[in-house]
């Protein structure tokens, strides 16, 4: 028998160092708390596992609120960028999202190095076996080698290792991803404790060795000179260092993989987790697509100190032999070779209506989960939800109260109320689709929306304050500015330099960004926001842009908080309320939203219900 030993004496302990534990152990220590931050591999520390980026559609949004609450994801991203794209840019600011390439060590580096000098912080290599409880409590964090770190607060954030499997082929061994162990002792312990836990999957492309790649046969993809970081805290622009390449798969690619379907564990039944919609296997593109004559491949360079290539769009589980040809199909990779071959991987994960919009197990008190032990997928949902849990699991320590964002507040109050409240079935990815306010919050005002809360809670620095209220105070300026008047000669020939119908009455500046004038056009003819600093220009300039269709949605916001204010006790018995249909009352008996706003989300609770609550309320 293991002897047990005392670690230490914490407030919390994450468990799990990617890029949820990154951030909440983050979130923790730097509000105060004594912090522990457990981790199977110091070497897995905010580790790439498959994209080397950071950001896309929606996702840049959760990196930018990431950010202005205090995080440091954005930071990193920034330290780290090999290059920079503004996604969507034909298509209006709501949708439009920032796009980083990382250099994938570059990236572990950094966040370790931020992590080991941060105050209140301790890292440990090891893996959690049990986590202890008293009264219904949590009281610590047992480890397998018999070491306890007694604890007021534990937040699991243990991505795809939980009884992680990879399997390529008929090949299944217990793996975390890129061959780092697996942790095989905690679940049944979740499992004791309550959690509901389920299966999922996803995968990862190929690695190739850049000097067999043909990189000349495909399309150089630049990133972009003029767009700004993502951290409010990074000064200047971000240097491109490295192309990215687009290619494409073709009939002879779709005819190696529809002959080999019955090699491949995603169909012969070696794999029946659920895998991510969003992200299908290129197996799964070719079957579902099968009227397509080719899927979009982005090669991209893992880092500046290293030849492999990661292939974008090119996930698969197939046999090793198989993948081989696969690859050397495609145009550009015609003599490939592989360096790490392409994977799947299954993982153990939570039912996440067993917990609270504050990301508490609603079992065990002071217990927090976040990230793929959610059913996320993604390293940007993944930080937002290690945030939101280290941060109020402080709050909770320091008897303040929890911090729960609004879906008209931010996309991570969109995320984290989809999870608690409708539940996933399947690797869950934001998008901009699933935000009814989108363009109330968008990612270029992430800090107006959210830094003076993550200051009220103590998350965000003085230094990080201060440059919040100067750009707010220059997005102001820039507003009053723009409303000054230009005469009607200067404003008529201004609108007709630029190919649009012109004016016989004076005109404000506002005036010429509604008719379609950009702020740069406007700047190079007039002396206008001289000392305005570009990012707070270019918020004032959205404003203006998309100013009736705001006006709008603050109304529209303004009806929905009614419901969101009408507050719903958690200990309501909802198996005793009249009029509700039964399968209403289970649905609400199992979620115990916070609110009539949150019942009206629930699946299967209708508005018939809602009207029986606002009754049995009053």
Do not use: W
């Amino acid at each position: 028998m293991i002897p047990v030993f005392e670690e230490g004496q914490f407030d919390a302990v994450v468990v799990g160092a990617g890029h949820a534990g990154c951030e909440a152990a983050l979130a923790c220590a730097r509000t105060g708390l004594k912090t522990a931050m457990l981790t199977l591999n110091l070497d897995s520390i905010a580790f790439m596992a498959c994209n080397p980026s950071v950001g896309g559609t929606a996702k840049g949004h959760l990196v930018r609120e990431i950010d202005a609450l205090g995080g440091e994801m954005g930071i990193n991203a920034d330290k780290t960028a090999l290059q920079m794209r503004m996604l969507n840019v034909g298509k209006g600011a709501a949708v439009q999202s920032l796009r980083c390439q990382s250099d994938k060590h570059a990236y572990h580096t950094e966040m370790k190095r931020t992590l080991e000098h941060t105050k209140n912080l301790r890292i440990i290599q090891g893996e959690a076996a049990e986590i202890l409880t008293k009264d219904g409590k949590v009281c610590g964090v047992k480890t397998t080698y018999g070491g306890v770190l007694y604890c007021k607060a534990a937040i699991l954030a243990t991505g795809v290792y939980l009884n992680a499997e990879t399997i390529t082929g008929d090949v299944r061994q217990q793996s975390g991803p890129n061959g780092f162990a697996p942790a095989t002792a905690l679940t049944e312990n979740l499992i004791k404790l309550g959690y509901r836990v389920r299966r999922f999957k996803t995968g990862t492309p190929a690695r190739l060795d850049g000097r067999t790649v043909s990189f000349g046969e495909c399309e150089i993809q630049y990133g972009d000179d003029d767009v700004l970081p993502f951290s409010f805290m990074t000064e200047g622009r971000i240097e491109n260092k490295m192309p990215c390449y687009l290619t494409y798969t073709n009939a002879a690619t779709h005819k190696v993989i529809t002959d080999n379907l019955d090699r491949s564990p995603l169909y012969n039944g070696a794999i029946l987790s659920t895998g991510p919609r969003y992200c299908p296997s290129i197996e799964t593109k070719v079957v579902r697509f099968a009227d397509k004559e080719r899927h979009q491949l982005f090669l991209e360079p893992e880092g500046t100190d290293t030849l492999e290539v990661y292939v974008q769009g090119m996930s698969s589980s197939l046999p090793h032999d198989v993948q081989r040809e696969m690859y050397r199909t495609v145009k550009g990779l015609e003599n490939c070779d592989i360096m790490r071959y392409a994977y799947a991987i299954e993982y153990d994960c939570i039912d996440t209506l067993d917990i609270y919009p504050t990301l508490e197990f609603k079992k065990v008190e002071g217990l927090y989960t976040a990230g793929q032990i959610n059913g996320t997928s993604g390293y940007e949902e993944a930080a937002a939800q290690g945030l939101m849990a280290g941060l109020n699991a402080s709050l909770k320590i320091r008897g303040k109260e929890p911090l729960i964002l609004g879906r008209d507040e931010a996309y991570i109050g969109v995320l984290i109320d989809d999870l608690v409240t409708k539940g996933t079935d399947e690797p869950y990815r934001m998008m901009t689709s699933r935000a009814e306010h989108r363009l109330e919050i968008r990612q270029d005002n992430a800090d107006f929306r959210l830094t003076q809360k993550g200051y009220d809670c103590g998350l965000v620095s003085e230094e990080r304050y201060k440059r919040y209220l100067k750009r707010k105070e220059e997005y102001e300026e820039a507003i009053k500015e723009l409303e000054g008047r230009v005469p009607a000669k200067d404003a008529d020939g201004f609108l007709k330099s630029l190919g649009m119908e012109g004016t016989e009455k004076p005109l404000t500046y506002a005036d010429f960004i509604r008719r379609g004038a950009t702020l740069k056009q406007i700047k190079s003819q007039f002396c206008v926001l001289v000392n305005i600093g570009e990012s707070a220009a270019q918020s004032a300039e959205i404003y203006i842009k998309y100013e009736g269709y705001l006006k709008k949605g603050l109304e529209q916001i303004a009806r929905a908080r009614k419901l969101e204010e009408k507050k719903l006790p958690r200990e309501l018995d909802y198996m005793k309320i009249e009029g509700l249909r039964l399968e209403a009352r289970e649905k609400l008996a199992l979620v115990r939203p916070a609110s009539l706003g949150q019942a009206s989300r629930i699946p299967g609770v209708n508005p018939a219900d809602i009207a029986v609550l606002i009754l049995y309320l009053k």
